[in-house]
């Protein structure tokens, strides 16, 4: 089976210093990435907060495949993992899964981009033809963008939920030098003659940006 990147985000409660190892939340956090690194199928993970929200962390885990996430949901160890994490966690848990191309995502992703845009676009159903129209603007960004690193996307596996209703969701993870790099190239004529092809087709769209530290 192909490899997938589970892609979680939650809020955490206020005051969780989960960067701080001595921490009671960074012991948690750290008990939570340590039981996820020892689990069959592991590749890697990332994780930080976003930029925009600082109190919500997203964490994305590459896997064998999408079975070796559902293997560790279904063993002993994951009731007791999953309690244990929610004591630092404020709200509802977002979680679902991808296949990125190129897999894994590490360049877009990892310590090489210090931000990562996360842009989710969201349909009634697949669009085949979507992918290629990112590719083409990912084409347009390498060569006309200052800071851009790095960029991997694809369809999500499960369905999501997007103003009420169920659908489709196409992820695309973009590595820049800084946020101000990626808001100066939405300033230039190459964005604003190349934007099209991300607008029109979705539902809707969601940007946000997250530094990411790699595990």
């Not at 939650?10 to 009671?24: L, M």
């Not at 290629?132 to 939920?161: C, M, P, R, T, Y």
């Not at 029109?200 to 530094?211: I, Y």
Request: hydrophobic share 40%; proline share 5%.
């Amino acid at each position: 089976m192909a490899p997938a990147t589970e892609l979680a985000t939650f809020p955490i409660a206020s005051g969780a210093a989960v960067e701080d190892p001595n921490s009671s939340a960074g012991k948690v956090w750290q008990s939570t990435l340590d039981t996820v690194s020892q689990q069959d199928g592991f590749q890697r993970l990332y994780w930080g907060r976003e930029v925009e929200n600082q109190s919500v962390i997203q964490l994305f885990i590459d896997w064998d495949s999408f079975d070796a996430h559902k293997n560790f949901m279904a063993s002993p160890t994951y009731g007791p993992f999953a309690k244990h994490l929610m004591t630092i966690v404020d709200g509802p848990l977002s979680m679902y899964h991808a296949n990125f191309t190129p897999h894994p995502p590490t360049a877009a992703v990892g310590t090489a981009s210090p931000v990562t845009e996360v842009l989710t676009c969201y349909f009634e159903k697949e669009d085949d033809g979507f992918e290629s129209k990112v590719h083409q603007l990912i084409k347009v960004i390498s060569e006309n963008a200052e800071g851009f690193k790095a960029a991997s996307g694809g369809w999500v596996i499960e369905d999501v939920e997007y103003e009420g209703k169920k659908g489709k969701a196409y992820v695309g993870v973009l590595g820049w030098e800084s946020v101000e790099a990626h808001m100066s190239f939405r300033e230039t004529q190459a964005f604003k003659d190349n934007i099209h092809l991300l607008r029109g087709d979705p539902l809707g769209l969601e940007v946000h940006h997250t530094k990411f530290a790699e595990n």
